[in-house]
């Protein structure tokens, strides 16, 4: 299947599981996932068997990591796939469940792929907004199909998005001062409560700087094919690579020179790896 074909295959998934999280007639459960903070609800667990469902009648025999992972024996055989696939899908249900369980209406649904290890593909769904932004390696970066890119603000004029580690709040003291740093030169900050979204909105030159301490893989998996198509700068720090097995600190920016700062501030607190953990 060729690259456009399949992109516009996930977009219209994606859009049918937009459906699904407008209905909130059938949100019926929310529980918590190791804290009070990190929730799940039945919404979730259904849009991520619908996409991995179709993902795999998409490309079968491919992998799918996904936030919610396995819930029985029955849906880990369905749903984890070959490990030694080229191809990988990264998938977050509603980024931004939290948001949604308030029923704030910013939550987006998250499906990255990937590609012999690699970020490859990913469209991020808002369906509150109607956006659908979408990119492929070499193939551009779109919102609602048309070309996007990040802005050319300096770092003195961006807006920084970032947040505390809400699920590990032990590594909120760090992020509370690179924060504190780069607001003192820049314009200003804004958080959403979704990572997704946030970095989509970098890419379409909303934003211009982006960080945060603790991202899991779903989080971050399809914007940032998106972001590199944008012209936009990304990396997972202290990592070879994008791990799909464990959380990393990210940052991203519009421009080199903004992503060299903002790279310059953050290790300048976190030096090295602050967790040694797996997913």
């Not at 048309?146 to 003195?156: L, P």
Request: charged residues 25%; contains cysteine.
């Amino acid at each position: 299947m060729q690259i456009t074909e399949l992109l516009e295959n996930i977009r219209t998934l994606a859009r049918e599981c937009g459906t699904m999280i407008l209905d909130r007639s059938s949100l019926m459960e929310v529980d918590e996932k190791g804290t009070d903070s990190n929730l799940v609800t039945n919404m979730d667990v259904r849009v991520q068997g619908h996409i991995a469902k179709r993902a795999l009648s998409l490309l079968p025999g491919s992998r799918i990591v996904g936030e919610e992972g396995a819930h029985d024996e029955k849906d880990r055989e369905r749903t984890d796939g070959d490990p030694g696939s080229a191809y990988t899908w990264v998938i977050d249900p509603i980024d931004g469940t939290s948001n949604y369980v308030r029923d704030i209406g910013c939550s987006v649904v998250s499906i990255g792929l990937f590609k012999d290890g690699a970020p490859y593909a990913g469209v991020v769904y808002n369906p509150y907004k109607d956006e659908m932004f979408s990119g492929a390696v070499g193939h551009g970066a779109f919102l609602n199909g048309k070309k996007i890119g990040v802005s050319s603000r300096d770092f003195a004029h961006g807006h920084l998005c970032s947040a505390m580690s809400l699920y590990k709040k032990e590594y909120a003291p760090p992020c509370f001062r690179i924060i504190e740093k780069v607001y003192a030169e820049s314009d200003d900050l804004r958080r959403t409560g979704s990572a997704a979204y946030e970095l989509c909105m970098l890419a379409a030159g909303r934003v211009e700087l982006y960080f945060e301490i603790r991202l899991s893989p779903w989080d971050a998996a399809a914007a940032y094919p998106i972001i590199t198509e944008a012209g936009g700068f990304i990396e997972c720090l202290h990592q070879d690579g994008f791990p799909v097995d464990r959380p990393f600190p990210l940052i991203a920016a519009n421009t080199r020179e903004s992503f060299a700062h903002l790279k310059e501030i953050v290790l300048s607190e976190i030096p090295v790896m602050p967790y040694d953990e797996r997913i």
